[in-house]
C-alpha cells in the first residue's frame, strides 16, 4: 500500500491550499482516510478524517469551517482543501488510511502513512 501526499508548500497568512493524496494498492474504498499534522517539536495530531463513503466527516475543532475534506474513490483521492490558513497551521501533513466504516480521531489505528507534505504559513 502506498500513499502519495503533495501540495503543501509557502503561502502567507490568510492564503489557500489544495492537499491531495493518491492511494495505489488498496480497495480504495474499504478505508478510512485521515489528515494528520506534525509541526516542528510537537507530536503528530489530528486533522481531518472521512469516511469511507464519505458522508462522515470529522475534523480538529481549531480547523473546523476552515479546512474541508473530500475523497473520490474513483480516482482513489482524498483531498485536503485548507482555507484562510494561520502560521499556527505550518506543519508538515500526512494521510492515512484506516481500514474501518467511520473515521477516527486516534493516530494509533491508521495502517498506512504517506510520507508528508510540508506547509508553511508566514505571517
Known amino acids: 500500500v502506498q500513499l502519495q501526499a503533495s501540495g503543501g508548500g509557502l503561502v502567507q497568512a490568510g492564503d489557500s491550499l489544495r492537499l491531495s493524496c493518491a492511494a495505489s494498492?488498496?480497495?480504495?474504498?474499504?478505508?478510512?482516510m485521515g489528515w494528520f499534522r506534525q509541526a516542528p517539536g510537537k507530536e503528530r495530531e489530528f486533522v481531518a478524517a472521512?469516511?469511507?463513503?464519505?458522508?462522515?466527516?470529522y475534523f480538529k475543532d481549531s480547523v473546523e469551517g476552515r479546512f474541508t475534506i473530500s475523497r473520490d474513490n474513483a480516482k482513489r483521492t482524498v483531498t485536503l482543501q485548507v482555507n484562510s490558513l494561520k502560521p499556527e497551521d505550518t506543519a508538515v501533513y500526512y494521510c492515512?488510511?484506516?481500514?474501518?466504516?467511520?473515521?477516527?480521531?486516534?493516530?494509533?489505528?491508521?495502517?498506512?502513512w504517506g510520507q508528508g507534505t510540508l506547509v508553511t504559513v508566514s505571517s
Open positions: 492515512a488510511a484506516h481500514r474501518a466504516l467511520l473515521p477516527s480521531r486516534d493516530r494509533e489505528v491508521y495502517d498506512y
Open positions: 494498492g488498496v480497495i480504495f474504498g474499504n478505508y478510512v
Open positions: 472521512i469516511s469511507y463513503s464519505g458522508r462522515t466527516t
